[in-house]
């Protein structure tokens, strides 16, 4: 059974339209984390959120929302959206957000937006 | 700011081949270092990590060194095999903290 869950897997959108991105873990771990891939740039660190408090946000713009509402879900909103967003974008989750924990990752959610 | 530089673009290998791919990093203090790997349609997976001088890595076959006086951490592996293909990742993890700083990737191409 698949510990991360993502939804939706793929996702198409048009610029200025708003989207959720949805991560559920099954691991009972306390901490989560939300990571982009884009043609352009390596894996880069998002979000991390623990014991479902914002820990840091690298993101320059405020259009990207981390959402939880469970210990176990971290979503991820996303307003206005530009080309540029495109990505997959990538759930983790962790034991515990300090000392460099081994981090598990989701499947993805590949994000195209017209 | 912290960085990792790696082996870029394509590796492409024969069978029973001896694999190489370099990592160096930029951290100040201990990072943790790690090795991921990741194959199509799925997210990063850990190999492994390591996180204090000379210590060593392995899951699989591989096997990395911490290095901090080249800050590196070389991924190897004696004898590839075709199911080792997938792209490889080195990150690092700063002092006391979470946020993985990642490599651009190696795309390791295995054919029999």
């Known amino acids: 059974d698949p510990k991360i869950i993502q939804k939706p897997k793929y996702l198409v959108a048009v610029t200025g339209s708003e989207k959720i991105l949805i991560c559920e873990q099954y691991?009972?771990?306390?901490?989560m984390y939300w990571y982009r891939q884009s043609a352009k740039k390596p894996l880069e660190f998002m979000f991390s959120y623990s014991y479902q408090k914002l820990m840091d946000n690298q993101t320059a713009s405020s259009r990207f929302q981390p959402q939880s509402s469970k210990k176990n879900h971290l979503d991820l909103q996303i307003t206005a959206l530009k080309p540029d967003d495109s990505a997959t974008y990538f759930c983790?989750?962790?034991?515990?957000?300090?000392?460099?924990?081994?981090?598990?990752f989701g499947p993805g959610t590949r994000l195209t937006v017209l | 700011g912290d960085s990792v530089t790696q082996t870029e673009g394509q590796v492409a290998l024969s069978e029973e081949d001896f694999l190489t791919i370099h990592c160096n990093y930029s951290a100040s203090g201990y990072p943790t270092l790690f090795w991921y790997v990741q194959y199509p349609g799925e997210g990063p997976q850990l190999l492994f990590r390591?996180?204090?001088?000379?210590e060593k890595g392995s899951s699989r076959g591989f096997e990395a060194t911490y290095d901090k006086g080249t800050t590196s951490f070389h991924l190897r592996k004696a004898s590839v095999q075709e199911s080792d293909s997938a792209v490889y990742y080195c990150a690092l993890s700063p002092d006391s903290n979470y946020k993985l700083t990642f490599g651009k990737g190696t795309l390791l191409t295995v054919t029999p």
């Open positions: 691991l009972g771990h306390n901490a």
């Open positions: 390591a996180s204090r001088d000379k």
């Open positions: 983790a989750s962790s034991q515990e957000s300090g000392g460099a924990p081994e981090q598990y």
